[in-house]
């Protein structure tokens, strides 16, 4: 298991090679919610998510041997493109599988922006396994998981570990949880800063496994992949699961009109453009299930890449 002396190798690895994000504020959120928030932008990130710093964590340590075969990985869109970026970045050839039901705007700019092989397969973790495996056999690739890897978590870690350095007295810290690869970095690297701060998960109550993971100490599934949060939509692993269970103090969960009014709060009030996952977090502040007033919060907001067609239909029909 990653552990905090990882997350500061980590930063100091790929710091050339990712944007420093900026930590943003409101008047208006600070005085809805009684508590001092900082929004740290990771939307602002190269590829627009957290994903760019696990990404070229892990593919910068492989071997030489490893580069020369290639990577490959399976993302509904910001761990692809952030695979992609960072192979290109390190003059590696990257295949990345991808459910035939990704925004359009990810599949493309994992494709063409960052030149990476694209592989479409069906909208399940089932067949984006298989088929991955299927080129892996083929091909000889190097496998680079979306969270269950290490590596890729330290990276991850590091989103945390720049916003402690960046606000002073954070009294707890909210980021989003699918796979839990940016959970579990963002637990290690805050609980290695300071064990006092609180740290907290929200997922959408619609793939709600990390929750009922915790609740039950084992490890759920989702039977439905349901939700407008995207990026959300995979299970916990051993790993993940292990971390999370060890270190982060509460799961909540979110509706999906909870998760667009964030977000919609986001962008009418801050001007931030961020896509439904990355406001997933302060959909758990606005909910008022965690009595957070005169505390200073620090709120991990990832991504930043919306399917603008797509998304204001679903809005539409969810509104009207």
Known sequence: MPEYENILEAYNRIKNYVNKTPIMTSRTLNKKTGAEIFLKCENFQRVG???????????????????????ITHSSGNHAQAVALSAKLLGIDATIVMPETSPKVKIQA?????????????????????????????????????????NV?????????????????????????????????????TKGYNSEIKVFGVEPKNVDD???????????????????????????????????????????????DQILEAMRFIWERMKIVVEPSGACSLAG????????????IG??????????????????????
């Not at 960046?166 to 690869?181: D, E, H, K, L």
């Open 299 to 320: 709120v991990i907001i990832s991504g930043g890449n919306v399917d603008l067609n797509n998304f204001f239909q679903i809005y539409e029909r969810r509104i009207s």
């Open 49 to 71: 998510a957290f994903k760019m710093r696990g990404a070229i964590n892990a593919i910068s340590q492989l071997t030489e041997e490893q580069k020369n075969r290639g990577v």
């Open 153 to 189: 978590i330290a990276g991850a870690g590091t989103a945390a570990h720049e916003l402690l350095r960046q606000v002073n007295r954070v009294n707890m810290i909210f980021a989003p949880v699918g796979g839990g690869g940016l959970l579990s970095g963002t637990s290690i690297a």
């Open 110 to 150: 994992t494709r063409e922006t960052y030149s990476a092989h694209v592989v479409l397969c069906k909208n399940s973790l089932e067949s984006r396994q298989t088929t991955t495996n299927q080129l892996i056999e083929k091909h000889n690739y190097t496998f680079i998981h979306p969270y269950d890897n290490e």
């Open 210 to 256: 990390a929750y009922r993971s915790i609740k039950t100490r084992k490890l759920q599934t989702n039977e439905s992949v349901n939700s407008i949060a995207d990026g959300l939509l995979t299970t916990l692993s051993e790993r993940t699961f292990s971390i999370i269970s060890d270190n982060v103090d509460r799961i909540i969960t979110v509706s999906e």
């Open 285 to 296: 502040i606005l909910s008022n299930q965690v009595q957070i007033k005169n505390k200073r």
